[in-house]
């Protein structure tokens, strides 16, 4: 699935603490099955799943089948959508406290 065809938002499937957890254990390995990663929560495999799903649909997690087992991984490439928000706002706020800074000198002069 490309980046132009994602069937969720990036920006909803993080909204969501379980799915940003998910993808920081999907993060730290280069794959893991779903078992492995449903021990991590206070949750049973189908809910887990579902997040996974989630991700998916927004291009954050990619799966294979080995045997009877499904594997995920990590895409971070989606991401890059909300570093690039972020940036924007860290430009703004950086310029805007500049200012400030400089209106405090100017005031105590």
């Not at 390995?29 to 809910?47: C, D, V, W």
């Not at 991984?73 to 940036?87: C, F, G, H, S, T």
């Amino acid at each position: 699935m490309s980046e132009k065809n994602q069937l969720r938002d990036v920006f909803d499937a993080i909204a969501d603490p379980t799915r940003r957890r998910l993808i920081r254990l999907l993060s730290e390995a280069k794959e893991i099955p779903l078992h492995e990663l449903a021990i991590q929560f206070q949750m049973g495999r189908t809910a887990v799943s579902k997040h996974l799903t989630i991700l998916k649909e927004a291009g954050l997690v990619l799966d294979r089948k080995v045997g009877r087992e499904t594997l995920f991984r990590l895409n971070a490439a989606p991401l890059r959508e909300i570093q690039d928000w972020v940036a924007f706002y860290s430009k703004f706020w950086n310029a805007n406290l500049t200012r400030l800074n400089q209106l405090l000198e100017e005031e105590e002069e």
